[in-house]
């Protein structure tokens, strides 16, 4: 890679830094050869990159460079102050998985380096993909950036979760046995597919290239409304009564093209073998559209509110009338495995009377009759969830944290 298209690969993947949630302060760094690394410059709000804020750094300067040098799986580095992660580590010894993403992308627990110096962040990353950095913020290291920026978003959404989940029930964490299951999965499966340049294309008719292209534009938005982190999440939609299409396995959103959404067929789970893997949760979908005829699209979501219920293994009912008319309440599954049978069948049974529901330590799932109405209730609920938390303004989570500390 060389300064240029590293250079545009910050400001793309720094607008992954949206305030729906929290603002963000600090700065990414991204390896470009053996000698140098670009960084942007600190304590900027990360959502507001520009192209004069990146400089070119010899690899043997600053602990950046440090960082690259003792590691050769670091190509990229994300430091993220944020109120709820400078709440959460000023206190905290350790952070252990409360929702299956952290325990893929992190590990089976989040370590708190207590100073910045390099010898005690690489202890703390030892065997992690990310650390929290004492009273300073997050630190999210990756092979990749989108993989550096996917670790920065998952351990603010697991600190926001961590402060917020007392308001409902509080965090149920993942035995460290099924944490490590989790990140043995990340680490020898879902890093492992998908990873060739790119595949054929097929020869599709118009409908299914309009589909097809829809499934691609709502995976965007979902990001830029901030429902997933990463690649995280997925999308489905039936294509006819036999068939579904549904984004592949661990892409980005942002580098999908119309060739690598996977078409599957709904009985036999069944795909071109040349193409791309589809997503790992590839039989829930099925499933799902097995259960409900009605249902024609399915998207699952990552999102911090949501999450916060997940990870508290907590539901809520949804008073607004005319949205409790399309999809019912909020319930939650019991835990089981990603990808498992286990979870489709608990996924089905929330599902009975509703047309969405919290996945317990893992995140919500959407169905309906058309794509378009499916991503606008997910939004609309992802609102509710904030609201009845508070998470839509940082005053307020500071606000939340002090009187839990007064009644204490």
Not at 110 to 118: G, L
Not at 386 to 394: E, K, R, T
Request: charged share 25%; proline share 4%; with cysteine.
């Amino acid at each position: 890679m060389n300064k240029d298209e590293g250079k545009r690969l910050l400001l793309t993947r720094s607008k992954a830094f949206r305030d729906r949630y929290f603002k963000a302060y600090g700065h990414m760094a991204l390896r470009v050869g053996k000698d140098s690394y670009l960084m942007t410059r600190n304590t900027l709000p990360l959502s507001g990159i520009r192209e004069s804020d990146v400089h070119l750094y010899d690899i043997n300067t600053g602990e950046i460079g440090l960082l690259f040098r003792s590691r050769s799986d670091i190509n990229a580095v994300v430091l993220a102050c944020t109120e709820a992660s400078v709440l959460f580590s000023s206190e905290a010894q350790m952070m252990r998985p409360a929702l299956d993403d952290l325990a893929q992308i992190i590990g089976p627990d989040v370590r708190i380096s207590p100073t910045e110096d390099s010898p005690d962040v690489l202890r703390a990353l030892k065997d992690r993909n990310g650390c929290f950095l004492r009273k300073r913020g997050i630190l999210g290291i990756g092979r990749d950036l989108d993989e550096a920026v996917a670790a920065a978003l998952i351990l603010e959404k697991s600190a926001e979760a961590e402060i917020l989940a007392p308001k409902v029930g509080g965090l149920k964490y993942l035995s460290p046995a099924k944490a490590k299951e989790m990140r043995q999965f990340y680490l020898n499966k879902y890093t492992k597919v998908n990873t060739q340049d790119h595949v054929p294309f097929v020869n599709i008719g118009s409908q299914e290239f309009k589909i097809r292209n829809a499934i691609i534009d709502c995976g965007k938005e979902i990001c830029h409304k901030d429902l997933v982190q990463g690649s995280w999440g997925n999308i489905s939609v039936r294509l006819n009564r036999n068939e579904m299409l549904i984004t592949p396995s661990g892409m980005d959103y942002f580098d999908i093209k119309t060739e690598d959404i996977v078409k599957v067929n709904i009985g036999t789970l069944e795909y071109i073998a040349q193409g791309r893997r589809p997503s790992s949760e590839v039989l829930l979908h099925a499933d799902i559209y097995k259960s409900h005829p009605g249902c024609n699209a399915i998207i699952h979501t990552h999102s911090n509110g949501c999450s916060v219920f997940a990870a508290a293994r907590a539901g809520f009912r949804i008073d607004n009338p005319l949205i409790h008319e399309i999809i019912g309440d909020m319930n939650v599954t019991e835990p089981e495995m990603p990808g498992t049978p286990e979870l489709s069948r608990e996924v089905n049974k929330a599902l009975v009377e509703n047309s969405a529901c919290i996945i317990a330590n893992h995140g919500a799932i959407f169905c309906g009759p058309e794509l378009d109405i499916v991503l606008n209730v997910a939004d609309a609920i992802e609102a509710k969830a904030c609201n009845l938390l508070g998470l839509s303004s940082s005053t307020r989570l500071m606000a939340e944290k002090d009187e839990e500390e007064e009644l204490q």
